[in-house]
């Protein structure tokens, strides 16, 4: 009941992320693949109707964003760390860049160099989740050379802080800043054809990139969805009923709460009792007839919580 379960969109830069991470830490994980766009109905028993990808499967224990599996993944298999010499604490910032501007451009530039190949419910869905209400195609592609000029700055400073002469943006050992970024220049090579060529002017970049990709991906079990679901059903949670004392929103153990992403994306409320909280990260119970009761963990940061 202990293994790892990555329910992910294989495709997907996000689910790279969590491929690395498992890669690091040398880990054997088995691998549910989900279609890329709701629904989902596999998955839902397991997240009460939250739609991103990746999730992780931990038994009963569901982890939901990158960002939350992450953490988890460094607290049960602590060693490699994904912070060597210490880095623990503020390098937790990069992720609000990587996962915010970083990402938001990347993804803008690759939808905008393949817009006339995407299909249209695909197309329809992240427009939804990444350009607003506002933006069209026809304005992302107008706005390309901007876009490029704001991913070449930024590209820069990962390719100057690597051209010190490091193996990796910590030092000679993988971790978590080489995870947040990686995943993005994965991304753009793969999925712009003018990637490769782009990604020539930042040489030190190229050969960190290679060291990441050689770490690989721990080893990797292909699973049923169904198999998982009826993992989840045979299974308990371990998660403890804990909530830290100061939380600013006066949280309580059993307290009906809301989690939703700070950003409105048409995600759904996510609503349950409250297991546990913590300054990073919150868990409520779920409980469906196909899986009975599950935990469910969110991240704090870039998730809202409501109470009442």
């Not at 451009?105 to 427009?127: G, N, Y």
């Not at 600013?248 to 297991?275: F, S």
């Not at 963990?297 to 109470?307: M, Q």
Request: hydrophobic share 40%; proline share 8%.
């Amino acid at each position: 009941m202990d293994q790892i379960i990555l329910h992910a969109y294989p495709p997907s830069p996000v689910s790279e992320k969590i491929r690395v991470g498992f890669g690091i830490k040398q880990l054997n994980w088995h691998a549910v693949t989900v279609p890329r766009i709701p629904p989902k109905p596999l998955l839902m028993p397991l997240t009460a109707g939250y739609r991103r990808a990746p999730v992780m499967q931990i038994g009963a224990d569901i982890y939901c964003d990158s960002q939350c599996i992450l953490r988890e993944l460094e607290r049960r298999y602590p060693e490699p760390t994904f912070f060597p010499g210490g880095a623990e604490g503020m390098v937790w910032g990069i992720s609000r860049w990587c996962d915010g501007e970083l990402f938001n451009l990347v993804v803008r530039l690759v939808m905008a160099a393949i817009a006339d190949e995407l299909p249209q419910d695909f197309a329809k869905d992240r427009s939804r989740l990444y350009l607003g209400p506002d933006t069209t195609f026809d304005q992302l592609v107008d706005d390309l050379p901007h876009i490029l000029t704001q991913i070449r700055a930024q590209f820069g400073w990962i390719d100057q802080r690597l051209a010190t002469g490091r193996q990796f943006m910590l030092g000679d050992n993988p971790g978590l800043p080489d995870i947040l970024t990686y995943y993005l220049v994965w991304f753009l090579r793969g999925r712009w054809a003018g990637g490769p060529d782009f990604l020539t002017q930042f040489p030190a970049l190229e050969a960190w990139e290679q060291r990441i990709k050689d770490i690989g991906h721990g080893t990797e079990a292909e699973m049923s969805a169904e198999e998982a679901l009826e993992i989840a059903k045979a299974a308990s949670h371990t998660t403890p009923q804990h909530v830290e004392t100061g939380d600013p929103l006066k949280l309580a153990p059993g307290m009906n709460i809301t989690i939703t992403q700070d950003l409105d994306g048409g995600d759904p409320l996510i609503t349950g009792p409250l297991q546990y909280a913590d300054r990073e990260t919150i868990a409520i119970l779920h409980e469906n007839d196909q899986v009975g009761t599950l935990c469910l963990h969110f991240p704090r940061v870039g998730y809202r919580v409501i109470t009442g």
